[in-house]
């Protein structure tokens, strides 16, 4: 079986907000598997996590929960 090209399971990511501490979840539970050779896009209103989620894919931005791996690395 071939290895996806990107491969997310049950990313999950949290923002600190304030002096409190309060978490702002940017993304909640996202899984996606893209298949070498396909395109797709990421729609959704401003602030849905779109470029958080590329940001975890390239690698700037840790998860606080779940997994991102390109062509099988982490």
Do not use: E, W
């Amino acid at each position: 079986m071939p290895t996806a090209a990107i491969q997310i399971d049950h990313l999950t990511k949290d923002f600190a907000t304030g002096m409190r501490g309060v978490k702002l979840r940017a993304i909640d539970d996202l899984s996606l598997t893209i298949d070498d050779n396909q395109i797709y896009g990421l729609l959704g209103p401003n602030g849905s996590g779109k470029t958080s989620t590329i940001k975890i894919i390239l690698g700037p931005l840790a998860t606080s929960r779940g997994a991102c791996q390109i062509f099988g690395q982490a």
